[in-house]
């Protein structure tokens, strides 16, 4: 049993696990350039948010590499147009322009173009091997929490596949398993595109977690019947009141953990916090084609002529929230005080 991975950079490469693919085909692909970067970010080959920062920070650390300029000014302005490219990717994720916004920064402190490339690699895979430990650091904290619990809700994919490793909601199975601790996951299908059960049902049986698949109609009486104890989802933006945003239909969990009186826990690293909003109104939630809606794996479902809305996510009032986890502690209500407290002055 192995908790599997999505991205590795590899002899100058950066290669993906293609997600659109599983669990049917393990695909993997060489992003070769920028615009495979931003296409695979766009059409969710790569994604969650701390993989889509990981894999921007690479797309544009190696696009720098090939810059044919050795005057400083000229290659910064190269690199700010590449990351406003690849900026436009996909709007929720703070972590895609946190990630970036990186890459940028190291470069600056450069006193030669190629010194800057050099930093900006160094960056991008320090970004990486960081994420790795935040999440296990994540995993703990969340572990501590689900001491007394076996029967957990989760939606979309927060997985180790849409992170460096181990994830931030499922970090806690996959530590648990490795130390005989076990749960009993039910993972929400998530539609529209089922990152639930394509993604989340797969990654948990590659490392052994017992795992059941149900459709995102059957939580609330999954939660009656079954005796579901918590429900633990990740997160793409964090805003300093504690209001969340996360894969569309995180907010229906949410308000049926109130009803039934259980926990409901975000798991993010605090990459995922927006320092500069202060309430979930000033999230942008992507809109997606309408096909994913009217499709299912390519065949309709839907007549041809149906009008369709399809935002890829939702948020959470921070109210609904028991306790949010992060690498670096548990942050407990009231949130706007105590992520005041976490930030300090980094607080807009
Ligand atoms: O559209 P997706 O698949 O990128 O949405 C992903 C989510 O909503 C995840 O829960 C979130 O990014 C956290 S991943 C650790």
Request: glycine content about 6%.
């Amino acid at each position: 049993m192995k908790v599997p991975t999505s991205i590795e950079w590899k002899d100058g490469k950066l290669i993906i696990l293609n997600q659109q693919k599983l669990p049917h085909e393990i695909e993997y692909l060489e992003l070769e350039n920028i615009e495979d970067v931003f296409d695979a970010i766009v059409t969710l080959k790569v994604r969650g948010a701390p993989a889509i920062g990981i894999t921007a920070a690479y797309g544009l650390a190696h696009a720098a590499q090939l810059y044919k300029t050795d005057q400083l000014d000229k290659f910064r302005q190269h690199l700010k147009r590449d990351f406003r490219y690849l900026a436009g990717s996909r709007p929720t994720a703070v972590n895609l322009f946190w990630a970036l916004e990186r890459i940028v920064k190291a470069g600056e402190k450069a006193c030669s173009v190629n010194e800057a490339k050099t930093v900006i690699l160094e960056e991008a895979i320090k970004i990486h091997v960081e994420d790795e430990e935040t999440c296990r650091q994540i995993g703990e904290h969340a572990l501590s929490l689900l001491k007394d619990v076996t029967n957990v809700i989760t939606i979309c994919n927060a997985g180790s596949i849409a992170t460096a490793k181990y994830g931030t909601a499922l970090a806690p199975f996959h530590l648990g398993i490795e130390r005989g601790k076990k749960f009993h996951v039910y993972s929400c299908e998530t539609r529209p595109v089922l990152q639930g059960s394509r993604l989340t049902v797969w990654e948990l049986q590659q490392s052994g977690v017992d795992v059941t698949l149900i459709t995102d109609s059957m939580a609330a009486h999954t939660i009656h019947s079954k005796g579901i104890e918590a429900i633990i989802v990740g997160a793409d933006r964090i805003a300093t009141n504690g209001d969340t945003a996360n894969k569309i239909g995180t907010l229906g969990l949410a308000i049926l953990a109130k009803n039934f009186n259980i926990p409901f826990y975000v798991a993010a690293p605090t990459s995922t916090f927006d320092l500069s909003i202060s309430s979930g109104e000033e999230i942008p939630i992507e809109e997606r084609h309408a096909e994913e809606v009217t499709h299912i794996g390519g065949v309709p479902v839907a007549p041809g002529n149906t009008n369709v809305y399809n935002p890829a996510f939702d948020v959470t009032p921070a109210e609904y929230i028991t306790a949010i986890i992060t690498e670096k502690g548990i942050i407990h209500p009231n949130f706007n005080e105590n992520i005041k407290s976490l930030f300090g002055e980094l607080v807009k």
